[in-house]
């Protein structure tokens, strides 16, 4: 008997030392496999932002104008698509053709800036290396480039399109994310994409309106200053807004650029136009529109953006700041509040999300 007992205990031993193994080997196929989909899963991040962008103008119809809600999302984003039909009609071929005068004149002003530091003109260096360059290998870059910007297009539309499906039927989707956990866990889960979801709308919608207010002004600055083609300027400094701490130093560049390519006075007057219109967005026009903005302590939402670009390129650059929002609130409430046992408000809940 207890030879019988021994040998079933060792059983019992081998098969629950199975079952971990097997679970440990689950889970790191699972994480290679989340790995591998990296880009897919932002990209799917980025329609859940359309998705919140659209429903918070769906709301706005609904509350301003008194549109009936079964037709609001559709209004919205007919009213968004013509908004951006009306503006490529009526600047589309004013932007294309100073966007066009942007990269015409970048070597030039590069060199002119190479020469203030002392280096010398760097396109010639730049051209001597595009035409010794391979042929083959010329035209294969020139494919890769032409590649990239149609694979990006497609993107963005695949991003468009999963948004408007996402916002159509939000709860399908949530419903659909909260059954992969536990019975006793969904209140918990369906809470937190709640928070989660509200927190990055009051997140989304305030930087769209300082990136219209940065992007207007840059506009106005530069062609009050001489700029040449400041519509396009303005739009780079405006689209770069979006990317918190590095988007506005990026979408300055080409602006102070081609304003040491004019004169040292112009490029000193651009420097001083550009930081005075980051301070106004950063001071004024964001805690206005946002009223309670999510306080990221600044050094961890700049490494949440480097680590981002470090690990998924172009995406992680783009998106490292939401997906930081994101998990600022999952670690607040359910690491801090609900394991720690520690008060904390989170961003999104009611009364701590700047909404009335």
Not at 148 to 165: E, S, T
Request: proline letters at 4%; one cysteine or more; a neutral charge.
């Amino acid at each position: 008997m207890d030879d019988r007992d021994r040998s079933f205990r060792g059983l019992m031993g081998d098969a629950e030392f199975v079952r971990k193994t097997l679970i440990v080997l689950g889970l790191g196929l699972m994480a290679l496999l989340l790995w591998k989909l990296a880009d897919v899963l932002l990209l799917a991040f980025g329609a859940v932002l359309v998705a919140i962008l659209l429903h918070a103008a769906s709301d706005a119809l609904v509350r301003f104008l008194r549109v009936p809600e079964r037709w609001s999302l559709t209004l919205a984003s007919l009213v968004i698509f013509a908004l951006f039909l009306a503006i490529m009609a009526l600047f589309g071929t004013q932007v294309r053709s100073q966007f066009s005068s942007v990269v015409e004149r970048l070597p030039f002003a590069l060199d002119n800036f190479s020469k203030h530091l002392g280096i010398g003109p760097v396109s010639d260096d730049l051209s001597e290396i595009v035409n010794n360059a391979p042929a083959g290998g010329m035209a294969a870059r020139l494919a890769g480039i032409g590649g990239a910007i149609l694979d990006g297009l497609a993107d963005f539309i695949l991003v468009v399109i999963a948004g408007l499906y996402i916002a159509a039927a939000p709860r399908l989707y949530e419903q659909g994310f909260v059954k992969l956990f536990p019975i006793r866990h969904h209140e918990r889960v369906e809470s937190t994409l709640e928070a989660s979801g509200k927190a990055l709308r009051l997140w989304l919608t305030s930087q769209l309106i300082a990136m219209s207010c940065v992007a207007v002004l840059s506009a106005m600055a530069f062609w009050l200053i001489g700029l040449p083609s400041a519509i396009a300027l303005g739009l780079i400094a405006g689209l770069a807004d979006f990317i918190p701490f590095l988007g506005p130093i990026l979408g300055a560049l080409p602006a102070v650029l081609i304003a040491f390519s004019i004169s040292g006075e112009t490029a000193l007057w651009t420097v001083l136009a550009v930081i005075v219109i980051q301070q106004l967005e950063g001071n004024v026009i964001f805690p206005l529109v946002a009223r309670s903005v999510i306080s990221i302590p600044p050094a961890l939402a700049l490494f949440a953006i480097l680590i981002g670009s470090v690990l998924f390129g172009t995406l992680g650059l783009i998106f490292g700041f939401p997906l930081a929002v994101v998990a600022y609130v999952l670690v607040k409430k359910l690491y801090v509040r609900e394991t720690l046992g520690e008060r904390t408000e989170v961003p999104g809940e009611p009364g701590n999300d700047g909404e009335r």
